[in-house]
C-alpha cells in the first residue's frame, strides 16, 4: 500500500502562489505522480505529472507556464508550484500514484491511478 499526504492549500488572491507538496509513505515504488484537481460541481481533471526521473513532465493546457512539477525522491516527496494564480483554479488538488508503471502519454487518465491523497483545498480569490 502506498499513502499520499498532500499539504500547502490555502487563502490566495489572484496573481498570488502556493506550493502544494505530496509526501508518500508506506511501499514507494518508482512510478508517475500525479496531480489533479476538482471543483465543486465538475469532473476530476487532470492538472501535471512527472515521471520517477523527473525528467518527464506533462501540464494540461491551463495551467502550463504558470505551475510546476518536480520532485525529491530522497524525501518521497512531490511539489507543485503555482504561480499567477486566477479564480478558476479554486478546486480541492489531489496527488495520485498508480499501482504500476504508466507510460507518459496516459497520465490524465485519472483511471489509471490507484491511489490517492485526501487533497488540500485551494481558493483564489478575486
Known amino acids: 500500500q502506498v499513502q499520499l499526504v498532500e499539504s500547502g492549500g490555502g487563502l490566495v488572491q489572484a496573481g498570488g502562489s502556493l506550493r502544494l507538496s505530496c509526501a508518500a509513505s508506506?511501499?514507494?515504488?518508482?512510478?508517475?505522480t500525479g496531480w489533479f484537481r476538482q471543483a465543486p460541481g465538475k469532473e476530476r481533471e487532470f492538472v501535471a505529472a512527472?515521471?520517477?526521473?523527473?525528467?518527464?513532465?506533462y501540464y494540461e493546457d491551463s495551467v502550463k507556464g504558470r505551475f510546476s512539477i518536480g520532485r525529491d525522491n530522497a524525501k518521497n516527496t512531490v511539489y507543485l508550484q503555482m504561480n499567477s494564480l486566477k479564480p478558476e483554479d479554486t478546486a480541492v488538488y489531489y496527488c495520485?500514484?498508480?499501482?504500476?508503471?504508466?507510460?507518459?502519454?496516459?497520465?490524465?487518465?485519472?483511471?489509471?491511478?490507484?491511489?490517492w491523497g485526501q487533497g488540500t483545498q485551494v481558493t483564489v480569490s478575486s
Open positions: 508506506g511501499r514507494t515504488f518508482s512510478a508517475v
Open positions: 512527472i515521471s520517477w526521473s523527473g525528467d518527464n513532465t
Open positions: 495520485a500514484a498508480p499501482s504500476h508503471g504508466l507510460g507518459m502519454n496516459l497520465v490524465r487518465n485519472w483511471s489509471l491511478y490507484a491511489y
